[in-house]
C-alpha cells in the first residue's frame, strides 16, 4: 500500500524547486554529511572543460553532495536567512509555508540536522553544540559569511549554541518554541505539566495515540486525520529512532551547568501564546534572562506550531522583524 505521507515527498520538493532552492549534501567531515536546500541562483555550474574527472556522491532523494562539478556563492544583494527545523519534521517539512514567503528578499538555506534527512554522522556527540558545529562548517562550505538565523523548538537550542559559538557568523536570531537549554528542572516540569513521563514518549510516539498525543499537546486548534494518515507519518516521519533519542538525552544538562550567555546579537522571540510545550511565561523569564537586546511578540490562538497554524500572522511578524534589521544597518 502507497505510504501518503511519501508520497506527497515529490510535490513537496517541486513546490521548493518553484520557490527557488535546490537539494544538496555536503560532507562536513569524513563520515558526517550535511544534507541543505539552498538558493537556485547560487549554484554556480563549472565548464565542461572543467568538469572531466570529476564525480558526484549520490545520496536518496535524489540529492548529491557538492563536488568539484560545482560551486557555491550566496547573492551578495540579499540577505541570508537559514531556518533550522523541530524534531518532528525535517526542514522543508517544518518550514514549507515560509521558504516562499522570503524568497524573493532573502538567499534561504534550509539544513536537515543530524539523523533528520539525509544528514548523518559515524561520531558519538549527540549535543546541541555538536549539531551548531557542523552547520556553521556547512555553511561556511556555501559561501555563507554572515546569516540571520529562524530557529524552532530543537532547532531553537541549536541555533542559540551557534549563535554562542559563532557570533561572526549569526547576525541575528528568531526563534519559536524553544528555550535555551533543556535543564533539569525545566525537563521535569514540562514533562510532568504534559503527562508525558519521558522526551522520548512526548517527541518519538510509536502508536497512533501518542502521535494523536503529541498533536494535541503542540496545535492549539484540534487537529483530525484518519488513523491510515498518522500511521504513515510515523513510518516516514520518525526515523533513526535510536540516534534522535540519543539527542534527547543529550540535549538535558544540571541546572548548575546552565549559564545564560551574553549574546550581541539582536534576537526577537516569535511565540505562540498557547505554547503547552514551552509556555509564555517560559517565554518572558528568557526575554529577561536575555537582556535589552531582546524582543517578544505573541501570536494569540497559536500554540507550540505557530508557524504551521498561523502561517501569515507568523510571516508578517517574521519579515517585520527582518525589515527592521535591514533598516537599523542602513542608519549605521
Known amino acids: 500500500m502507497v505510504n501518503l505521507v511519501a508520497a506527497q515527498k515529490p510535490l513537496l520538493h517541486g513546490l521548493m524547486k518553484l520557490a527557488g532552492i535546490k537539494p544538496h549534501s555536503i560532507q562536513i567531515e569524513p563520515g558526517t554529511i550535511m544534507s541543505f536546500w539552498i538558493p537556485s541562483e547560487t549554484i554556480i555550474q563549472k ?20 563536488s568539484p562539478e560545482s560551486t ?16 518532528a519534521g525535517e526542514g522543508i ?3 514549507q509555508f515560509q521558504i516562499g514567503a522570503l524568497t524573493k ?11 533528520f534527512g539525509d544528514s548523518i554522522t559515524d561520531k558519538s556527540d549527540r549535543s546541541p553544540g555538536f549539531q551548531a558545529e557542523c552547520l556553521e562548517k556547512g555553511l561556511r ?39 535555551l537549554a533543556m535543564t533539569d528542572s525545566i525537563s521535569t516540569t514540562t514533562l510532568n505539566g504534559l503527562g508525558f513521563s519521558s522526551s522520548s514518549e512526548l517527541l518519538m510516539p510509536t502508536s497512533v495515540k501518542g502521535l494523536k498525543a503529541l498533536l494535541k499537546v503542540a496545535a492549539y486548534k484540534k487537529l483530525w486525520f484518519p488513523d ?13 529512532r535510536k540516534e534522535r533519542g540519543e539527542l534527547l538525552e543529550g540535549l538535558v544538562v544540571s541546572n548548575k551547568e546552565a549559564t ?29 534572562q536575555l537582556g535589552e537586546r531582546t524582543t517578544f511578540h505573541g501570536i494569540d490562538k497559536a500554540g507550540h506550531l505557530v508557524h504551521l497554524e498561523r502561517p501569515c500572522v507568523y510571516n508578517k511578524c517574521l519579515k517585520q522583524f527582518l525589515a527592521s534589521l535591514h533598516a537599523e544597518k542602513v542608519q549605521k
Request: charged content about 20%.
Open 47 to 66: 565548464t565542461k572543460k572543467n568538469k572531466k574527472n570529476t564525480t558526484t556522491t549520490p545520496f536518496s532523494n535524489n540529492q548529491c553532495a557538492i
Open 72 to 87: 557555491t556563492k550566496p547573492d551578495p544583494n540579499k540577505p541570508v536567512v537559514v531556518l533550522i527545523h523541530g524534531f
Open 93 to 95: 517539512v517544518t518550514w
Open 105 to 115: 528578499k532573502y538567499s534561504v538555506y534550509v539544513p536537515d540536522l543530524l539523523f
Open 141 to 179: 562550505k556555501l559561501g555563507v559569511e554572515k546569516c540571520i538565523v529562524v530557529a524552532f523548538s530543537y532547532g531553537g537550542m541549536v541555533a542559540f549554541k551557534m549563535a554562542e559559538m559563532f557570533p561572526d557568523l549569526v547576525e541575528a536570531l528568531v526563534v519559536s518554541g524553544s528555550i
Open 228 to 240: 491510515r494518515l498518522h500511521k504513515d507519518f510515523l513510518e516516514v516521519m520518525f526515523t533513526n
Open 260 to 288: 545564560i550567555p551574553n549574546f550581541p546579537q539582536r534576537i526577537h522571540l516569535l511565540w505562540g501564546e498557547n505554547d503547552q510545550i514551552f509556555n509564555l511565561e517560559l517565554a518572558q523569564n528568557m526575554k529577561h
